[in-house]
């Protein structure tokens, strides 16, 4: 099955920059769309940014133009850039992608462990 794995995350002070990967161990057959999500102590999961099959994007109000949402197909990676961070950024965060293994697959969804983002003011 695939497996996502995230790296990138780490300390950083406020207003620096990180980014996040997020390599497959094999390709989807047909990827409906791919995504970054977080969740902070305390707080439920939520999406932070998606890209669709299309190339088109989305972004939760608070990450809009700080933000950009990447992938490489031919590395199967995903790619998070995160600049301006800022303190309310802290929290671990998931990769994500959604789609089907082969034509007869259903639909799954696929996380990864998460990476520990922590911005320090």
């Known amino acids: 099955q695939v497996q996502l794995v995230e790296s990138g995350g780490g300390l950083v002070q406020a207003g620096g920059s990180l980014r996040l990967s997020c390599a497959g161990s094999r390709t989807i057959f047909s990827i409906n769309a791919m995504a970054w999500y977080r969740q902070a102590p305390g707080k439920q999961r939520e999406l932070v940014a998606r890209?669709?099959?299309?190339?088109?994007?989305n972004y939760a109000d608070s990450v809009k133009g700080r933000f950009t949402i990447s992938r490489d197909n031919a590395k199967n990676t995903l790619y998070l850039q995160m600049n301006s961070l800022k303190p309310e950024d802290t929290a671990v965060y998931y990769c994500?992608?959604?789609?089907?293994?082969?034509?007869?697959?259903?639909?799954?969804?696929?996380w990864g462990q998460g990476t520990q983002v922590t911005v320090s003011s």
């Open positions: 994500n992608a959604v789609g089907r293994l082969n034509s007869n697959s259903p639909i799954n969804n696929y």
């Open positions: 890209i669709w099959s299309s190339g088109s994007t």
